[in-house]
Nanobody, 114 residues
Framework: VQLVESGGGLVQPGGSLRLSCAAS????????MSWYRQAPGKERELVGA???????TYADSVKGRFTISRDNGKNSLYLQMNSLKSEDTAVYYC?????????WGQGTQVTVSS
């Protein structure tokens, strides 16, 4: 099983980034997927989630700025991040849940700074 994130980097405040997560080794279409993030010195927190029917939920801090989507044909999860703020700086992780197993990616760094 693998979850591989990509698309992180350095962006100025107000900018955009699109993260991707490529999944393999499990039935992606049957898994609930989510994005988490962890800033230095802080606990890992949920950014948002997308179910098998593509219903979505978001943390209040990113609602209206971030959009989660999935492409089951490509076994891929996405996170479109707009209007980025310095407080969005963190390592972003892809998570898959296919009961009873939980899978994590290795993370991708997002740094929002001028």
């Amino acid at each position: 099983v693998q979850l591989v994130e990509s698309g992180g980097g350095l962006v100025q405040p107000g900018g955009s980034l699109r993260l991707s997560c490529a999944a393999s080794g499990f039935t992606f279409s049957r898994a609930a997927m989510s994005w988490y993030r962890q800033a230095p010195g802080k606990e890992r927190e949920l950014v948002g989630a997308i179910g098998t029917t593509s219903s979505t939920t978001y943390a209040d801090s990113v609602k209206g700025r971030f959009t989660i989507s999935r492409d089951n044909g490509k076994n891929s999860l996405y996170l479109q991040m707009n209007s980025l703020k310095s407080e969005d700086t963190a390592v972003y992780y892809c998570r898959g849940f296919l009961n009873p197993r939980v899978y994590w990616g290795q993370g991708t760094q997002v740094t929002v700074s001028s």
